[in-house]
C-alpha cells in the first residue's frame, strides 16, 4: 500500500463533505445522507480490494 492511497481516501472524504454540506444546506437532507452513504461504499469497496490483495500476497508468500 503506498501514500496514493491514502490520498485517494482523503480526497474523497473531502468531496463528500463539501457536497453533504452544500446539499444538506439547501435543504436537501436525503440527498446529503446518501451522499454520505455513496462515498463510504466507495471508500469500503477500495478497502476490500486491498485487503483482498493482501491476502493473496500472504497466501503467495506461505504458499497455500
Not at 482523503?10 to 463533505?17: C, D, K, L, M, S
Not at 446529503?32 to 469497496?45: F, N, P, R, Y
Request: avoid cysteine; hydrophobic fraction near 60%; glycine fraction near 6%.
Amino acid at each position: 500500500m503506498n501514500i496514493d492511497f491514502i490520498f485517494k481516501i482523503a480526497a474523497i472524504g473531502i468531496i463528500v463533505a463539501v457536497l453533504s454540506l452544500v446539499l444538506s444546506r439547501s435543504g436537501r437532507e436525503e440527498q446529503a445522507m446518501m451522499t454520505t452513504l455513496a462515498g463510504l461504499i466507495v471508500v469500503l469497496m477500495m478497502l476490500v480490494q486491498e485487503i483482498s490483495r493482501l491476502f493473496t500476497t500472504i497466501e503467495s508468500l506461505f504458499g497455500f
